[in-house]
């Protein structure tokens, strides 16, 4: 029904790092309706988030003024009201008095205090212009390298093992090659829910034969198109991992030709793992032995086989152990580097991949080049004219920390800009996130709504949503996408490279991206030239004629590479580093007092914490609530029935919660989506990190169930 639209504007799917390009339908100054577009990651086709959930741009509960918090009104949670209602806690201000008092209360902690005592978080729900105008703030006008987003509650971990073994912490092969692969392996990964477009052609490759192989431990959707189901037990992946590894060269079938020019430390990966025979692991990680050795000789003699892998390697405390063998497995039996193969960490939010090229990370700047290198250093401190500190910043949970570091720390963090992050649902042990951010001197932060973080802010920004601005966002495929600006924003509320720009101009930075499409672009084209060869041969104007260019992508008439490491890895000697790994359990385990494991994640019809889809008519109404999963087996155990409320609790905290059978959910855990505010489950999540990505042990803690 799109004949009676006033115009149709071209844009990407502003959920899921799939990254489908759409177009909103516009009528009245509402888009009315969402149609797929003919984009490289979809062809068209959509799934219920990008289809259905686009009201909330239109959201009585938006924004449209500055926010200054009353004096005196406590921050916290005790009887807070539900986000829409702020009126208690906050008035209405221009944004001449907004920003003064943001950026005055900033720039003076920074005096006082130093650099350190300010951090700032951006977002990978922005655009690339936007991550990158941020990250350039923090380092340049706050001064520190104190600069993180939700990459590091994401992939952290699959991108250190990436960086140290292959070089590059991007995927090696698109989605779409599981056109070409034979076996696809999915692991810690629900696509049905989380990639549903890339599920598609997951779905699709398997009816043309190629085998799928799910292994996770809990059996989702996929298994039921899959070829083998290796439901493993939580939180024993190095286990299974090693033990197909050990069957590879156990039987034979190494790629030994691979291996002698394309690899190294191959001796060290196979002492590692004579310990880790299929027999020896089966009773660990809960896979009969002769299953395990089937599905590595599969793997190991496909014409082409390709993994690809969620949160669930990545949010453990051996999160980058976990890569660090699907790397190893890869490379003994040479799939990677030819179509069909290689690795694939599939990208979460909408430009996790493109925010983190922009360097909005603590150790690096734009396009991975390390703070801490010298001659990386040198370069940005003239291309940016000013004097950068040499050493790498805090990550996102070790920011909550320091904000509650004893007074004389000299590198407490004291005031923080975030924004359109909300940390207050989506941090581990949020009691103690929330406290974090509480206790801040001074909070400012930046969303489209009242979210539980704008909610502990002293100032709130009103930002403008996704079809309300033009930019660029990549995608789990390396494909940096245009979105075009559909409607203007409502009220007050402002595009956010505008609300950066203000912010810094007050922090003393002489910026001037002016104009509201030839600021973006002028930021884009600093970007670019940051990010040298990388996607040097994306200029703005070739996006706005093709919407879609993959990279790397060196020149103009360069296509784009959709397949990586074909000749070479780009690491120092230009060899895969393979790097054993042994097993770490989680942090904590199941006993007594806390029997079940809670596995938190996502579900298909809501994002992340909710404030956008919670807030989509279409999408609250086919889930309007929270649910936790538990098997038919522990619900009889319990005496409990479909629909009844049990109240989860950790040593942390505690939600209650309507149960639902899911006999997917392994025996003796829960899952919890952390999408809902009334049920947050990151009340009871571990903040113990995985030591190289930093990353939070979402995927595993101990609860106890009781009912009622
Ligand atoms: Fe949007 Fe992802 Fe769904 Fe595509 S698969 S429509 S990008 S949420």
Not at 556 to 564: E, K, N, R, S, Y
């Amino acid at each position: 029904g799109s004949q009676a639209v006033d115009r149709k504007v071209d844009s990407v799917c502003p959920f899921c790092g799939v990254g489908c390009l759409i177009t909103y339908n516009v009528k009245d100054e509402k888009i009315v309706s969402v149609d797929g577009r003919d984009g490289p990651a979809n062809h068209s086709r959509l799934c219920v988030k990008g289809r259905f959930g686009f009201d909330y741009a239109h959201h009585p509960q938006r924004l449209t003024k500055p926010l200054i918090r009353k004096p005196g009104v406590p921050k916290g949670f005790d009887d807070a009201p539900r986000p829409g209602d702020w009126s208690e806690a906050f008035r209405e201000a221009s944004w001449e008095e907004a920003l003064a008092l943001a950026a005055g209360q900033l720039k003076g902690l920074r005096d006082t205090h130093g650099p350190k005592a300010l951090a700032g978080f951006g977002s990978a729900k922005g655009s690339n212009e936007e991550a990158y105008l941020f990250q350039k703030l923090v380092r340049t006008g706050f001064g520190s390298n104190n600069v993180d987003h939700c990459t590091r509650l994401c992939h952290a971990s699959s991108v250190a093992a990436l960086l140290e073994g292959v070089g590059s912490g991007a995927v090696s092969n698109q989605v779409n090659d599981v056109d070409h692969a034979e076996l696809i392996f999915i692991i810690g990964s629900n696509p049905t829910a989380n990639h549903p477009v890339a599920a598609t052609w997951m779905k699709n490759a398997a009816r043309r034969g190629a085998k799928i192989v799910l292994a996770d431990p809990r059996r989702t959707d996929i298994s039921k198109h899959a070829w083998r189901t290796l439901q493993f037990k939580a939180d024993t992946d190095v286990a299974m991992l090693n033990a197909l590894i050990h069957a590879v060269i156990d039987e034979g079938l190494v790629d030994e030709a691979f291996v002698r020019d394309r690899a190294s430390n191959f001796e060290a990966l196979r002492d590692n793992v004579k310990g880790y025979s299929p027999e020896a692991m089966a009773p660990i990680c809960g896979v009969p032995a002769e299953t395990l050795r089937e599905v590595a000789r599969a793997f190991a003699t496909a014409k082409g086989a390709m993994v690809l892998w969620g949160m669930g390697i990545s949010q453990h405390v051996h999160g980058t152990d976990n890569a660090r063998c699907l790397i190893a497995l890869v490379t003994v039996t040479g799939q990677i580097g030819k179509p069909g193969s290689g690795l694939h960490p599939l990208r979460g939010q909408n430009n996790v991949q493109g925010a983190s090229d922009a360097g909005l990370i603590p150790m690096m700047f734009p396009n991975y080049q390390r703070v801490d290198n010298a001659a990386a250093h040198a370069w940005f401190e003239e291309f940016w004219g000013m004097p950068l500190d040499e050493k790498p910043g805090y990550t996102v949970v070790e920011i909550m920390h320091k904000a509650l570091a004893p007074d004389d720390d000299p590198h407490k963090v004291r005031g923080m800009y975030i924004m359109g992050e909300n940390p207050a649902m989506s941090d581990p042990d949020l009691n103690h996130a929330r406290h974090a951010l509480a206790s801040l001197e001074h909070l400012v932060v930046q969303d489209i709504f009242m979210t539980e973080t704008a909610w502990l802010a002293d100032v709130v920004l009103p930002a403008s949503a996704w079809p309300e601005k033009t930019g660029t966002v990549s995608n789990t495929d390396r494909m940096v996408q245009l979105g075009k600006r559909a409607l203007d924003p409502p009220g007050d509320a402002r595009p956010d490279l505008w609300i950066i720009q203000q912010i810094a101009r007050r922090m003393g930075l002489a910026w001037n991206y002016e104009g509201e499409e030839s600021g973006v672009a002028a930021v884009y084209d600093e970007m670019r030239q940051a990010m040298h060869a990388a996607i040097s041969g994306i200029t703005w104007e070739r996006l706005q004629r093709e919407s879609s260019v993959t990279y790397p992508c060196l020149s103009a008439d360069d296509p784009g590479q959709p397949t990586v490491f074909i000749d070479r890895f780009p690491t120092a000697d230009g060899r895969v580093k393979l790097v054993p790994a042994d097993i770490i359990p989680a942090d904590e385990r199941p006993d007594a007092d806390y029997p079940f494991v809670l596995i938190t994640g996502r579900q298909l019809e809501h994002w992340h914490t909710g404030s956008m889809t919670r807030r989509a008519t279409v999408l609250d109404a086919l889930e309007p609530m929270a649910t936790a999963s538990m098997h038919q087996a522990d619900l009889d155990a319990m005496g409990l029935a479909p629909g009844d409320v049990i109240t989860i609790r950790s040593r942390r905290g505690e939600v209650a919660i309507h149960v639902r059978r899911d006999d997917g959910t392994p025996h003796g855990a829960v899952f919890v989506p952390f999408a809902y505010y009334e049920a947050a489950a990151n009340l009871m999540t571990n903040a113990a990190l995985d030591p190289f990505g930093k990353i939070p042990e979402f995927k595993y803690c101990a609860v106890r169930i009781e009912r009622g």
